[in-house]
Nanobody
Framework: QVRLVESGGGLVQAGGSLRLSCAAS????????IAWFRQAPGKERELVAG????????YYTDSVKGRFTISRDSAKNTVYLQMDTLKPEDTAVYYC????????????????WGQGTQVTVSS
């Protein structure tokens, strides 16, 4: 069984920073790609960033490149998303998810999901 638990969301002003954490247990941490998705009201869920099981490869969607950094700490079974220079359009519920496929970009490739954490960026 796999369990993913997100934390670190909150309310921040534009230009500020937050760090999200995804604590993983079960099969997945050392064998899976871990990714962060987000879903804003009325919009589809989108892939934000992903990291390979080794941590050696990462993926970012264009809108967050240069502002967000994904990393993983195997000793703590945790994946982080450092979010800097936040913008109001980053407001969404953020989910972490696990996939057995290398740096999968399709949402259908992710078979385990956390419950989500709300990020709100005020202007």
């Amino acid at each position: 069984q796999v369990r993913l638990v997100e934390s670190g969301g909150g309310l921040v002003q534009a230009g500020g920073s937050l760090r999200l954490s995804c604590a993983a247990s079960g099969r997945t941490f050392n064998s899976d790609t871990i990714a962060w998705f987000r879903q804003a009201p009325g919009k589809e869920r989108e892939l934000v960033a992903g990291i390979s099981r080794s941590g050696g490869s990462t993926y970012y969607t264009d809108s967050v490149k240069g502002r967000f950094t994904i990393s993983r700490d195997s000793a703590k079974n945790t994946v982080y998303l450092q979010m800097d220079t936040l913008k109001p359009e980053d407001t969404a519920v953020y989910y972490c998810a696990a996939s057995p496929r290398f740096l999968a970009t399709m949402i259908s490739s992710y078979d385990y999901w956390g419950q989500g954490t709300q990020v709100t960026v005020s202007s």
